[in-house]
């Protein structure tokens, strides 16, 4: 039987803040159903609303949270380890800005921090399967990401030890997830060496087509990229676990195209954009995930250079309620059907 997609659901991380209602699980939970929302994706790096070392080791503390947010009137969606998958591999071009990433402790120590982050995936495992939940959304870190341009040409064998190297530091971690029926949905994102379909495929091979490696759908970057993200849906769908709705716009000019020129948000060709305000076709997308049975939630991951957050997010919630497609249990045209009779389907045919 077919599923209706679940939503809508809205990702803390770029709402939490020092101030109320937005420092705390319990009030933002608040502030988030008071949108419309029913759903929320905690970001477990951020100690304001979530402690996932603990969460790794207690029900008790993991059933408390579920409460809170019970309470509100919301459901966890994911566990988001964006920040903590990002630090599995750090080419050391990004040591010094994702530094900021990890605690103090680590800082100026690649190998520390990145046992820190491998831990830190590992209790992300944990705690989700001691949330009751089956996916959690991450990034895959990148070790090729400078060479990205072939230029100057790359030596011979580059990309592939790139992605040897990173499927052996994900595969063990995924080995846990696996341990714990949870799903990695990788946040396919340039700045990752996973940022299109081609080297999520690379990714995959590299962990021996793990089970555990998934997607965690975003089309605002495939179309900053100009790439075909309904196609992608197509190709893909399977591998789908997860589901950013996010809006972005690209507008070239004279002066810039996908790379945009070192430009700032605003003034950049390619922006993101608050849902409804860029050029991401949502009416295709929720129509291709609800074909393939995506059976998960839709959650709204707010980035805009230009409008308020809490505009963003109020008009969020609607604008994803209203994309949802309620499944149908029957066929358009049923009414005009007859029962099934074998000898008349033969005879139809003649035989």
């Not at 991401?280 to 995506?294: E, P």
């Amino acid at each position: 039987m077919p599923t209706t997609m679940k939503g809508p659901g809205l990702f803390l991380a770029q709402f939490a803040g020092d101030a109320a209602p937005f420092n705390s699980l319990a009030s933002i939970t608040k502030w988030a159903a008071g949108l419309g929302y029913k759903g929320v994706q905690i970001p477990t790096w951020d100690a304001r609303l979530f402690d996932l070392k603990k969460a790794a080791s207690s029900k008790t503390y993991c059933d408390e949270v579920k409460g809170i947010c019970a309470d509100a009137g919301v459901e966890i969606t994911e566990l988001s380890t964006h920040l903590q998958g990002q630090l599995v591999a750090v080419h050391p071009a990004y040591d010094a800005q994702f530094d900021g990433f990890a605690p103090a402790s680590v800082h100026n120590n690649p190998k520390a921090r990145q046992k820190w982050a491998v831990e830190q995936m590992k209790f992300g495992a944990k705690a989700s399967k001691n949330l009751g939940l089956k996916a959690s959304v991450s990034f895959s870190g990148a070790l090729a990401f400078p060479y990205l341009y072939p230029w100057p040409q790359r030596p011979a064998g580059l990309i592939e030890e790139a992605f040897a190297e990173l499927g052996k530091r994900w595969k063990p971690i995924l080995d846990v997830y696996e341990d714990n029926g949870v799903d990695v949905g990788y946040e396919i994102h340039p700045g990752e060496d996973v940022f299109d379909g081609a080297t999520f495929e690379m990714f995959l091979d590299a962990v021996g087509g793990h089970r555990r490696c998934n997607i965690n759908y975003d089309p605002s970057h495939f179309l900053l990229q100009q790439l075909d993200y309904l196609e992608f849906i197509d190709i893909y769908h399977e591998r789908i676990k997860a589901f950013h709705v996010k809006d972005a716009e690209f507008n070239p000019t004279g002066r810039q195209g996908v790379y945009s020129g070192y430009q700032s948000w605003t003034n950049r060709a390619g922006r993101f954009r608050s849902l409804g305000d860029g050029q991401v076709d949502f009416g295709g997308i929720f129509s291709k995930l609800t074909q393939y049975d995506y059976d998960s939630w839709a959650v709204l991951e707010w980035e805009c250079c230009l409008k308020h957050p809490e505009d963003g997010a109020a008009e969020g919630a609607p604008f994803i309620q209203h994309h949802i497609i309620r499944v149908t249990e029957k066929a358009f045209d049923d009414f005009a059907g007859g029962a099934t009779d074998k000898k008349v389907l033969r005879g139809m045919m003649g035989i």
